[in-house]
């Protein structure tokens, strides 16, 4: 759980940042360090036995005295600043081996080192330069042949410790060692200073979405910046405001249908309690009868288009697309309409093209839509009101049409029409048919439109071909 918030994270990625950083400084600019600082001095060293190995070229020869060697090769190491060992060359039975004649500290028996480098210069003819342990630590060497009758006779070594590199290596190594010390408290500090503000944001996003799981759509979600968290509270508050708006549609939905479902259930109980009234005459009992018979019929179509409703709006009703002549439809839908039209004395018209007009459609669901709007058509309009029902195709799709010449529908409830229980005007529908007609229409990849102007009413409704 600790390891797992961000604060945590965040500080432990600095820490590792700042141990990497001082693990590849040294682990590898320390070593090449050091061998730079190595070769430097190597080749500052063989400089300084090439300028001063020359005076000693006079300390070869058999006539030549102990003492003058010595003076020379104190000479040169003090001019070079360095230990110079004077070495002879033997050249036996069993190959080349160098000795020690003469060494500026006066030291002869030398045990510790074992100047292969001169024994390499023996042999090659060439100076050479190399690097040995002694008692006292690593030392550099560097080696000059000297010859004598084009042979070389001697060999001498230049040598130095190499305590002052090994010391400012570690010098350095102790100076990195503290600083990334340094760095990595910093680093845990900084991580946790600044993801301390991050992981408090996410707890406050983290509260206030809880609170909308929980029902309550008043949470708010500050949005103090732009960066990631700043978006997330952004999105979160848009979620919070479509569901605050879904649950208030739904609370609506639910209200409403209760009613309309309600009221024609107790007028119905109320009319069945006059009916068990016995001293009703047969007439008002055939009138009450009528009602009845409304009521349940009204109950019927509402209980069937809530159905329908809740399952587009959950996805589950199924249509079944095929190409459809949506010409045969329209007639057919026409003349289902045949016995409402004559009582309503309104003319219904077709203007169907004289080739067929094929949609990619559910045939079923397109009749229910013609239903839906013919209906609407006559009924949202006074007796003798004629209806047009047109279709006409191209650009991929297929457009039909149902004008009627009606009273028209107010602009302010244009927009509302297409919602479920929106009505109107004071005829007694329910006002689901065109919240249906439009789900639908969008459950064909189609659309749905008005236009309505007092005198001609057009509802428009374009399916892919
Ligand atoms: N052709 C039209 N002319 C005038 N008003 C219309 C027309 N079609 C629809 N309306 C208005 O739009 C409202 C919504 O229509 P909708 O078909 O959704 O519900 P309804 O007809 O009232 O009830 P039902 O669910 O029984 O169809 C209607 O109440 C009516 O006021
Ligand atoms: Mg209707």
């Given at each position: ?11 432990l990625g600095?820490?590792?940042?700042a141990?990497?950083a001082v693990?590849?400084?040294t682990?590898?600019?320390l070593?090449?360090?050091?061998d730079q600082?190595?070769?430097?001095k190597?080749r500052?060293?063989?400089q300084?036995a090439r300028?001063y190995s020359?005076?000693?070229?006079q ?9 003058t ?9 003090d ?8 070495l ?11 000795y ?15 100047f ?5 210069t ?5 100076a050479?330069?190399g ?12 080696a000059r042949?000297?010859?004598?009758n084009?042979?070389v006779?001697?060999v ?17 190594r102790?100076?990195i060692l503290?600083a990334g ?6 680093a845990?500090?900084a ?16 509260r206030g979405a809880?609170?909308?799981?929980a ?6 979600f500050p949005?103090?910046?732009?960066d ?5 509270a ?6 919070q405001?479509q ?8 609370k ?14 107790f007028?119905?109980?109320g ?6 009234d016995?001293?009703?005459?047969e007439?008002?009992?055939r ?5 009845v018979?409304?009521?349940v019929?009204r ?7 809530l ?5 587009l709006e ?5 249509l ?12 057919a839908v026409?003349s289902e309409?045949?016995p ?5 004395g ?12 094929v949609?990619e459609?559910?045939p079923?669901r397109?009749a229910?839509?013609l ?6 058509a ?5 007796p ?5 029902v047109?279709?006409s ?9 149902v ?14 029409i297409?919602?479920?229980?929106f009505?109107?005007d ?9 919240a ?11 659309r749905?439109?008005?236009e309505?102007?007092?005198g001609?009413t057009?509802f428009?409704?374009?399916l892919?071909a």
């Amino acid at each position: 759980m600790i390891l797992g918030s961000i604060r945590t994270r965040l500080a432990l990625g600095f820490l590792v940042v700042a141990l990497v950083a001082v693990g590849v400084v040294t682990l590898y600019v320390l070593p090449s360090l050091q061998d730079q600082l190595t070769n430097q001095k190597l080749r500052a060293l063989a400089q300084a036995a090439r300028t001063y190995s020359g005076p000693l070229r006079q300390a070869i020869g058999s006539n030549v005295d102990e003492k003058t060697v010595d003076d020379e090769v104190r000479a040169a190491a003090d001019n070079a600043n360095a230990r110079v060992t004077l070495l002879g060359v033997s050249r036996g039975t069993e190959g080349l081996s160098t000795y020690v004649i003469s060494d500026s500290t006066q030291e002869v028996d030398i045990s510790d080192l074992s100047f292969d480098v001169a024994q390499e210069t023996a042999r090659t003819g060439r100076a050479g330069t190399g690097l040995e342990s002694g008692d006292a630590g690593r030392v550099g060497e560097a080696a000059r042949p000297l010859r004598y009758n084009r042979r070389v006779a001697r060999v001498v070594v230049f040598s130095q410790p190499l305590n002052d590199v090994n010391e400012t290596v570690s010098l350095i190594r102790h100076r990195i060692l503290v600083a990334g010390g340094l760095a990595v408290i910093v680093a845990l500090l900084a991580g946790l200073l600044f993801s301390g503000p991050l992981a408090r944001r996410v707890r406050r996003l983290q509260r206030g979405a809880r609170q909308v799981a929980a029902g309550d759509f008043s949470a708010r979600f500050p949005i103090n910046s732009r960066d990631e968290v700043g978006q997330l509270a952004r999105t979160l508050d848009e979620m919070q405001g479509q569901l605050g708006q879904l649950d208030s549609a739904r609370k609506r939905f639910i209200a409403t249908a209760s009613h309309e479902l309600r009221t024609p259930i107790f007028s119905l109980s109320g009319f069945v309690e006059l009916l068990l009234d016995e001293d009703l005459d047969e007439e008002t009992r055939r009138a009450f009868l009528v009602q009845v018979r409304d009521q349940v019929a009204r109950l019927r179509t509402l209980t069937v288009e809530l159905l329908d409703l809740s399952r587009l709006e959950a996805g589950s009703l199924e249509l079944r697309p095929e190409p459809t002549d949506v010409g045969v439809v329209a007639r057919a839908v026409a003349s289902e309409f045949l016995p409402a039209l004559s009582t309503h004395g309104s003319h219904l018209e077709l203007r169907l093209p004289a080739q067929a007009l094929v949609a990619e459609c559910d045939p079923e669901r397109l009749a229910q839509v013609l239903r839906i709007l013919i209906d609407n058509a006559l009924v949202h309009t006074p007796p003798g009101t004629d209806v047009v029902v047109a279709a006409s195709g191209g650009d991929g799709q297929v457009a039909l049409a149902v004008r009627d010449s009606g009273p028209g529908i107010r602009r302010a409830d244009v927009e509302r029409i297409f919602e479920p229980f929106f009505t109107s005007d004071d005829v007694q529908g329910s006002g689901l048919g065109l919240a249906i007609a439009h789900e639908l229409a969008e459950r064909m990849a189609g659309r749905l439109t008005v236009e309505s102007q007092p005198g001609q009413t057009t509802f428009s409704f374009e399916l892919p071909a």
